[in-house]
């Protein structure tokens, strides 16, 4: 099928979506010399505010490494690796271990790199345009249609593009999912958590290390995590059940807790506030009918963030889905296996990653009265038993484990 770069005729693949898991999946298909279109509905000169996904992980960097080679290294220069873990329980230190870091070593992928993400977009985006990406900005998608020969775009000016493959990648409120009719299954709790950007002070900063405090005195019993990044740092807040978001989500209520978490001097440094609910959902299915779309990130599936699950996730299957279009389009009489092997691969994953996230929920959030003395017991005896204090240290992030499906890592 004959590919027209304006954007006017038939394409191999479009993707829908310029964040992070769209950037990747641009990408990916160039990896593929697949020419690819990028469609997103905001203006080319958008501010993505926040620090949003923070952690780019050793299994992402090594992917995007992969698909464009020197941008894994790109990231880990702009970003910072901390060197410390600690783990507090209300005043007492249980957990400390700070890694020794060697002298820079090119071929050397580091565990992660911290960088806010719209800094890694900002790389992603550079790539993407070395790379020969095409982006038609302001064209919201408002419907995709499919057959068994190809896929319609529709966006909200009416027109219509054809391509023989869509890759959406359009973030949580997915027109392209919903479009498909395709559901989300799982829960959402109430409960809700505060983050703040906040910048450092560049005359006398903060210790690099990653800090969470269960119980915080100073807050009320409620834990607190401080996470470096490029620039600054994330503190995380976990409310309380019954909790006002006016009382610790806007501007002014999270100067005070700020005070209290990094001393007065941080108070006036926010750069962004902003408070999430838990999400535990995944589509039932990753592809539609027909086998044209393939859901990728956000549009297919949320949890919450402890092990850095989401956007690195969204990186896993921006690669895969992109892998899968490559083998369609050179085997077309193979193109549903490949299709339904990225989909049931993929939402394996997802499964696996949302029921990770959720067992760290239920350690962070224990309902049971046993879980908070098993935490109070694990901190008690820390300092003679070094394993329980590596167990609280690890807890809130969940298992470090990928699904069964997945050979690759962790995502």
């Known amino acids: 099928m004959p590919h027209t770069p304006s954007g006017r005729g038939p394409h191999p693949v479009l ?3 310029a964040g992070p898991v769209g950037l990747t999946a641009a990408l990916a298909l160039r990896s593929h010399d697949l020419p690819v279109t990028v469609l997103e509905a905001e203006p080319e000169d ?3 505010p926040g620090s949003r996904a923070l952690f780019v992980h050793r299994e992402s960097l090594e992917l995007l490494g992969r698909i464009r080679p020197g941008l894994d290294r ?3 220069r702009n970003g910072v690796t901390w060197p410390t873990r600690r783990t507090v329980y209300r005043t007492r230190e249980v957990f400390a271990r700070t890694y020794q870091q060697g002298p820079a070593d090119e071929a050397r992928i580091p565990p992660f790199t911290s960088l806010r993400q719209v800094e890694t977009e900002r790389h992603l985006m550079a790539a993407c345009r070395e790379a020969g990406v095409v982006f038609q900005w302001e064209a919201r998608v408002t419907a995709v249609e499919t057959d068994p020969n190809e896929a319609r775009v529709i966006t909200a000016d009416g027109a219509v593009r054809h391509a023989q493959y869509v890759i959406g990648a359009d973030g949580a409120r997915s027109a392209v999912r919903r479009s498909q009719g395709i559901t989300m299954s799982g829960d959402r709790s109430e409960a809700f958590h505060v983050v703040v950007d906040v910048e450092e002070d560049p005359d006398d900063p903060l210790p690099l ?12 019993g409620r834990s607190v995590m401080r996470v470096p990044f490029a620039g600054g740092f994330q503190l995380d807040l976990q409310c309380k059940d019954g909790d006002r ?3 610790w989500a806007d501007d002014a209520a999270a100067r005070g807790w700020v005070a209290k978490v990094v001393g007065d001097r941080y108070a006036d440094r926010l750069l962004w506030v902003s408070r999430y609910h838990f999400l535990h959902v995944v589509a039932d299915t990753f592809t539609d009918p027909d086998h044209r779309v393939l859901l990728v990130g956000e549009a297919s599936h949320l949890f919450p963030p402890f092990g850095a699950r989401g956007m690195n996730s969204g990186i896993a299957d921006s ?10 389009l050179a085997e077309p009489a ?20 949302s029921e990770a996230a959720r067992t760290a929920l239920a350690h962070l959030r224990p309902r049971r009265r046993v879980t908070r003395l098993r935490q109070a017991t694990g901190a008690a005896l820390s300092a003679v038993v070094p394993s329980c204090g590596e167990w609280l240290e690890r807890a809130p992030y969940g298992p470090r484990t990928g ?9």
Do not use: S
């Not at 290390?209 to 009320?220: C, I």
């Not at 699904?403 to 995502?411: F, I, K, L, M, V």
């Open 15 to 17: 993707v829908i979506g």
């Open 46 to 48: 958008r501010v993505r």
């Open 74 to 76: 790109t990231l880990i």
């Open 209 to 220: 290390e990653r800090v969470f405090t269960y119980e915080h005195p100073a807050l009320g």
């Open 245 to 247: 978001p006016e009382d």
């Open 319 to 328: 690669v895969a889905a992109a892998e899968a279009v490559a083998h369609a």
């Open 334 to 353: 193979e193109r549903v296996r490949f299709i339904e092997g990225f989909a049931h691969t993929r939402r394996e994953a997802a499964r696996f990653n």
């Open 403 to 411: 699904a069964p499906t997945n050979r690759q890592g962790r995502y």
